[in-house]
């Protein structure tokens, strides 16, 4: 059993694994960002919850996305979700999804943490799919930085 009593320790080992497999897997930008949405609507669907039952307010850091520097307030192209969807491989995006689920689980981060940790990820994803200008572009591997 690995002992995670650091959450840092917990976070670079999260980092470690969603890295790999996205190299390993050449995963696009597009599958990458409905996976992290996905968490993201989830672990906040809680956090929201639990906040309004015990008379908190969520800080604006885990409650929005962050706010992208190059955004210019001009929405990307439209592009077709269905037939987006219809190109994703699914098995592909189940593996992310289920390596983030089991990885915050064995990390036993907190949920506010875990939310903070996967905000950083939306922001890089969300910044490069602003840049996005044809719909081949969004099958274009998640480009993660060297110090990432």
Sequence with gaps: MVDFSEPSDGMVLFQER?????NQLKMPLFEVS???QKHINQLLSSLVEFASTTGQELPANIAY???IEDDDGHSAQQFSLDKLLER???QRMDILDTLIRVTLIEIE????????????WEHLIRTQLSKVQSPGQLFSPLEIPEAW
């Design 18 to 22: 969603v890295i790999n497999l996205l």
């Design 34 to 36: 409905l996976v992290f």
């Design 65 to 67: 996305p962050w706010k």
């Design 88 to 90: 994703a491989d699914h």
């Design 109 to 120: 981060i907190e949920m506010d943490n875990a939310l903070l940790m996967i905000r950083q």
